[in-house]
C-alpha cells in the first residue's frame, strides 16, 4: 500500500467528510431533525424527508461488516494486495462506509476497527477514512 491514496471528488455534500480527517474526526451526516445518521450524505433525510442535515463527528469505532482482498493492480496508486470492506459503525445499526482496513494480515467479519486518516494524493487538506483494528 502506498502511503498517499487518490484524491477523491470533493463536492458541497462530501467536503466535511473529506476534510475532518485534518483534525482527526470523522464526520457524517447527520439529520438535524430525528437524528438519524445518513451515509453516503444525501440532500434530504430519507426517514424523515428534513432537509436540515449536517456533519457531525462519530466516535471512529466499527466493525467489519463485509471484505474483500483486491490482488489486482487496477490503478498505480493502489498497490495490491489491499483489503477493501465495508465498516458498520457504532453509532447506528447499518451505518456503514466502503473503505480500506490497513495494517492487519487477517480481515475477519465482525472484527472491531478503529479509524485512521491517510493523506490524500495531491489534494492538501483532504484525507481518505481507512481503519485498522
Ligand atoms: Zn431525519
Redesign the pocket.
Known amino acids: 500500500m502506498t502511503d498517499k491514496r487518490p484524491a477523491p471528488v470533493i463536492t458541497e455534500l462530501t467536503e466535511a467528510f473529506w476534510r475532518g480527517g485534518a483534525v482527526g474526526e470523522l464526520r457524517v451526516q447527520r439529520?438535524q431533525?430525528?437524528?438519524?445518521w445518513l451515509h453516503p450524505p444525501l440532500p434530504m433525510?430519507p426517514?424523515?424527508?428534513?432537509r436540515e442535515l449536517e456533519p457531525e463527528a462519530v466516535a471512529g469505532t466499527g466493525t467489519v461488516y463485509s471484505f474483500t482482498v483486491n490482488r489486482y493492480q487496477w490503478t498505480p496508486a493502489l498497490v495490491p494486495p489491499y483489503t477493501v470492506a465495508e465498516v458498520e459503525l457504532d453509532e447506528q445499526p447499518g451505518l456503514r462506509l466502503l473503505t480500506s482496513i490497513v495494517g492487519c494480515a487477517e480481515v475477519a467479519i465482525g472484527m472491531p476497527v478503529r479509524v485512521k486518516f491517510e493523506p490524500a494524493d495531491g489534494t492538501p487538506g483532504t484525507w481518505v477514512p481507512v481503519f485498522a483494528p
Open positions: 439529520c431533525n430525528c437524528r438519524w433525510c426517514r424523515c424527508r428534513s
